[in-house]
């Protein structure tokens, strides 16, 4: 439990810098969203594009993988939607909280966790997580909240924005130009290769340095709204987490073991992506469009912290 727990505690240590950084106003209020965005435009897209481009095929396309982690995904997104839709929330917040209880962190902790504890073998299983969660649910979450704010008569526009959205996004596009240059077969210059290995590299500790940010200025968001939606609130995000950190790891292991009896790594790999706490997409979206982002924010702090415990519990267990 010791050795498992040193493994992770550098990644949640740079958390915790970004979060003293921000809190002892080392670096401003502009920070979080400056550091994001070299993070999501620069950095991030660069580590997909290294990992793809030199990616074997195999490594890719592994449908007993990508089933079960999805199978995990779409199983506590579906109950979470439900579950708020008959509670009488309405379809955009039901999303917003069905996102919450089902977006792994792929990306911010996920390459840095599984690099360090599986290595570079597991990185496209990890690219693959990243691609279903911040691409494909994020777009189906997105579609669900435009359908619940917008007229049936726009529904056209709702598909046009989604498309475009997608389009636009380097976390899909830098991945599909890696993709085109694997399918090729061609190698890339010796000097583009550096550079994407320098750019690539700033990824990790970037990408937490910002969560640390950006977990600091929620703090006083929390403060500043506390007792605003106590009771009920508190019992949506205690339950929002819980689903996040114990639910969907288990129905993805309940998928990739007893159902699709995947390799102990491959299984393994799924279950920790799933374990992950809730990333800050959903807190992105949900601040966009002014729909539960003080909830998402909560829930996005309170399963970061927890998740060192729940996280390092499951590395402790047997891989095999």
């Known amino acids: 439990m010791l050795s498992n727990l040193l493994i992770v505690l550098p990644i949640f240590a ?4 970004g979060w003293v950084a921000r809190r002892c106003n080392a670096l401003g209020p502009n920070a979080t969203r400056e550091v994001n965005r070299l993070v999501v435009y ?3 897209p660069a580590l997909l594009f290294d990992i793809m481009s030199k990616a074997d095929p195999a490594e890719i396309w592994q449908p007993g993988f990508i089933l079960a982690f999805s199978a995990g995904c779409a199983a506590i997104f579906a109950l979470t939607l439900l579950i708020r839709l008959r509670q009488g929330c309405d379809l955009a917040d039901a999303a917003i909280d069905a996102l919450n209880a089902s977006y792994a962190n792929t990306g911010f902790i996920g390459f840095p966790l599984v690099l360090a504890v599986l290595g570079n073998a597991a990185m496209g299983a990890t690219l693959v997580a990243t691609i279903v969660t911040v691409c494909v649910l994020f777009a189906i979450a997105i579609v669900l909240i435009e359908s619940g704010l917008q007229s049936g008569a726009r529904r056209r526009d709702i598909v046009r924005k989604t498309l475009v959205s997608l389009l636009k996004n380097p976390l899909l596009v830098a991945p599909a130009l890696g993709a085109a240059v694997m399918l090729s077969g061609l190698r890339l210059p010796e000097t583009l290769d550096t550079y994407l290995g320098l750019l690539g590299g700033a990824a990790a500790p970037c990408a937490l340095v910002a969560l640390g940010l950006f977990l600091a200025e929620n703090t006083e968001r929390s403060r500043a709204g ?4 106590a009771g009920s609130g508190s019992a949506v995000q205690s339950a929002l987490v819980l689903l996040k950190l114990v639910a969907q790891p288990a129905v993805t292991w309940v998928v990739a073991v007893p159902v699709l009896g995947l ?18 997409g959903p ?3 949900a601040q966009f469009y002014q729909r539960e982002a003080l909830l998402t924010g909560r829930v996005v702090l309170i399963s970061t912290v927890l998740s060192l415990v729940t996280v390092s519990t499951f590395l402790s ?4």
Request: charged content about 0%; proline content about 6%.
């Open 14 to 17: 740079l958390i915790l810098t």
């Open 263 to 280: 390799s102990s790594t491959l299984a393994y790999t799924a279950v920790l992506l799933a374990a992950l706490p809730t990333g800050t």
């Open 283 to 285: 807190f992105m979206l």
């Open 317 to 320: 267990l047997p891989l095999g």
């Open 226 to 229: 506390a007792g605003s939606s």
């Open 42 to 44: 620069l950095a991030l």
